[in-house]
């Protein structure tokens, strides 16, 4: 899948530079920032940004 094979480069990516993948914590309401529930980082992001994202290509 696409989003895997991207998730892991830049995965890869952070590595280098010693950062872990993690979500943004929402303290209170933020009502521009996406905020889809997702139990890991991956699908965080890939359901707030990365679909998001295809859409609008689209």
Do not use: C
């Not at 699908?43 to 859409?55: G, S, V």
């Amino acid at each position: 899948m696409v989003w895997d094979a991207l998730y892991e480069k830049y995965v890869a990516l952070a590595e280098e530079f010693g950062i872990d993948p993690s979500m943004p914590r929402h303290a209170g309401r933020h009502r521009h920032m996406p905020n889809a529930p997702a139990s890991t980082p991956s699908q965080y992001w890939k359901t707030n940004m990365y679909i998001p994202f295809m859409d609008h290509l689209l």
